[in-house]
Nanobody, 120 residues
Framework: EVQLEESGGGLVQAGGSLRLSCVAS????????IGWFRQAPGKEREGGSC????????WYADSVKGRFTISSDHAENTVYLQMNSLEPEDTAIYYC?????????????WGQGTQVTVSS
């Protein structure tokens, strides 16, 4: 059974940092892609970042580029999202999801999400 579990969310002041974790199980971690998405209150879910576990290719949305860094630890089956210089606009529920690749394939499995709140 495929499972994704996020953790690391919390309340932080603007300018602060958080590191989110997505622990994956039930599939071959090395062959797939893990993406981080977020959904703010009253807004649609948006993609933030993605990493291809097979080749290490990464992608970032313009809104987080230069502030967020995605990485993966294959030994721990975990993908991290290091978030620096956080802004109140980053407040959202953050989800990780699994796909065969970062583009062009459906996101078939999702975690339950972790809340990130950035105070001004």
């Amino acid at each position: 059974e495929v499972q994704l579990e996020e953790s690391g969310g919390g309340l932080v002041q603007a300018g602060g940092s958080l590191r989110l974790s997505c622990v994956a199980s039930g599939f071959t971690f090395d062959d797939d892609a893990i993406g981080w998405f977020r959904q703010a209150p009253g807004k649609e879910r948006e993609g933030g970042s993605c990493i291809s576990n097979s080749g290490g290719t990464t992608w970032y949305a313009d809104s987080v580029k230069g502030r967020f860094t995605i990485s993966s630890d294959h030994a721990e089956n975990t993908v991290y999202l290091q978030m620096n210089s956080l802004e109140p606009e980053d407040t959202a529920i953050y989800y990780c999801a699994l796909s065969a690749q970062c583009w062009g394939r459906p996101w078939g499995f999702w975690g339950q999400g972790t809340q990130v709140t950035v105070s001004s």
